[in-house]
């Protein structure tokens, strides 16, 4: 059965191989971009996240067009790395804002009409860094950690009505986020990969298809990892 799905951020990246993952199986596709032109195919809506103005009026433009979302992706997220003591609020609280505070603007702007259909899947992209930790990465590691427990209270919350949240956590992604890494620093991540390599957008894209899939409809507040191997034991 096709689907109505928001994807935030989903104008390139990960959430760009989201979108055409679902829109390839026949799902009504939206995006949210802020001023890039979307693919033709997927109906994209102007939306900086970080404003929960622009949030509720791109739900609403996509439900004026394709229908209440019953898929609702929160994929948009930046990082601003720095160490710890040289960290400011500003860089903390920014990445919070944008990664964190932000799904829960889109979670609780989607809810409501999930409520209603009593049908819904959430699906949030988190980190690998989110469990593990990462040097240079206080606020990002909170933001994608916090993830966890945004999905696992919403699980509580409202699991008995047919609505399921879970986390993906990607590894080392090759995207523009990961683009800047040196030659050497990506060398060495490999190596601490047991696959021996960093993963191409559409391997996050298959498991978050498969998540908002019937035959995920019994898992829920679960934290899958799309890492080759690099979280094992977190
Ligand atoms: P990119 O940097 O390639 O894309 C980030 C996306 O988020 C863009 O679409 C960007 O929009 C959007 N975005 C950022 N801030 C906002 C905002 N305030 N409002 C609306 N949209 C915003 O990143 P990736 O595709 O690599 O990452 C996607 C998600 O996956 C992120 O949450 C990231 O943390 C996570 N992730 C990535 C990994 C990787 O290795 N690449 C690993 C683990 C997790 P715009 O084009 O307008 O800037």
């Not at 240079?136 to 590691?141: E, H, I, K, S, T």
């Not at 999905?151 to 008995?160: H, P, Q, V």
């Not at 047919?162 to 523009?176: R, W």
């Not at 498969?210 to 094992?232: C, E, K, N």
Request: a neutral charge; aromatic letters at 4%; charged letters at 20%.
């Amino acid at each position: 059965m096709a689907r109505t799905v928001l994807v935030t951020g989903g104008n390139r990246g990960i959430g760009l191989a989201i979108a055409q993952a679902f829109a390839k199986q026949g799902d009504r596709v939206a995006i949210t971009h802020r001023g890039s032109t979307p693919p033709a195919d997927l109906f994209g809506v102007r939306c900086d996240v970080t404003d929960s103005t622009q949030v509720d009026e791109a739900f609403s433009a996509v439900e004026a067009e394709l229908g209440p979302v019953e898929v609702l992706v929160n994929n948009a997220g930046i990082t601003a790395d720095t160490l710890l003591m040289r960290m400011s609020e500003e860089q903390f609280t920014s990445v919070i804002d944008a990664n964190l505070t932000a799904a829960f603007r889109c979670a609780k702007r989607a809810s409501s009409k999930m409520l209603r259909a009593r049908w819904g899947r959430m699906i949030f992209v988190s980190s690998v860094v989110g469990l593990a930790g990462g040097a240079g990465q206080v606020n990002y590691a909170a933001s994608k950690a916090g993830l966890v427990g945004v999905a696992r209270s919403i699980t509580r919350e409202l699991g008995s009505r047919n609505i399921t949240a879970n986390v993906v956590a990607p590894g080392f992604i090759d995207t523009d986020m990961t683009a800047g890494l040196s030659d050497e620093r990506k060398a060495e991540i490999r190596k601490a990969i047991p696959a021996g390599r960093m993963a191409n957008p559409d391997e996050v894209a298959g498991v978050v298809t498969w998540l908002a899939s019937d035959a995920a409809g019994y898992i829920s507040g679960a934290v899958i990892p799309v890492d080759g191997g690099l979280g094992m034991g977190h």
